[in-house]
């Protein structure tokens, strides 16, 4: 079992900077494979970025490329999503995740993963 729970959420202005954080407890996290989804009101929960538990693979959604980074820290337990040049449209709650582990692919599908935090809010607006 793991558990996840996300923080660094808020409200920012376009164009601003956010760092959120996902803080791990429980087994073998540095064996799985972690993504950021996202998920507005009304809407399906959407692929943001995922890291492979090397920290050497990753994938962005085209909404993501470009501007926002995923990263993790095996040693703290931590993935961190940077996102840079934030948009109204980046407005969500976001949601950290990770797989069952041990295995290098890195998915985008939110039913490849098997636990998730409560997620964080983040709200870009002028």
């Known amino acids: 079992q793991v558990?996840?729970?996300?923080?660094g959420g808020g409200l920012v202005q376009p164009g601003a900077s956010l760092r959120l954080s996902c803080?791990?407890?429980?087994?073998?996290?540095?064996r799985r494979n972690m993504g950021w989804f996202r998920q507005?009101?009304?809407?399906?929960?959407e692929f943001v970025a995922a890291i492979d538990w090397t920290g050497g693979?990753?994938?962005y959604a085209d909404?993501?490329?470009g501007r926002f980074t995923i990263s993790r820290d095996n040693?703290?337990?931590?993935?961190?999503?940077?996102m840079n040049s934030l948009k109204p449209e980046d407005t969500a709650a976001y949601y950290c995740a990770a797989d069952?582990?041990?295995t290098s692919i890195v998915r985008s599908s939110?039913?490849?993963y098997s636990y998730w935090g409560q997620g964080t809010q983040v709200t870009v607006s002028s």
């Open 75 to 82: 040693t703290k337990n931590t993935v961190y999503l940077q």
């Open 110 to 112: 939110p039913s490849s």
């Open 40 to 45: 507005a009101p009304g809407k399906e929960r």
């Open 63 to 65: 909404s993501a490329k």
């Open 57 to 59: 693979n990753t994938a």
């Open 23 to 30: 803080a791990a407890s429980g087994r073998a996290f540095g």
């Open 100 to 102: 069952r582990g041990f």
């Open 3 to 7: 558990q996840l729970v996300e923080s």
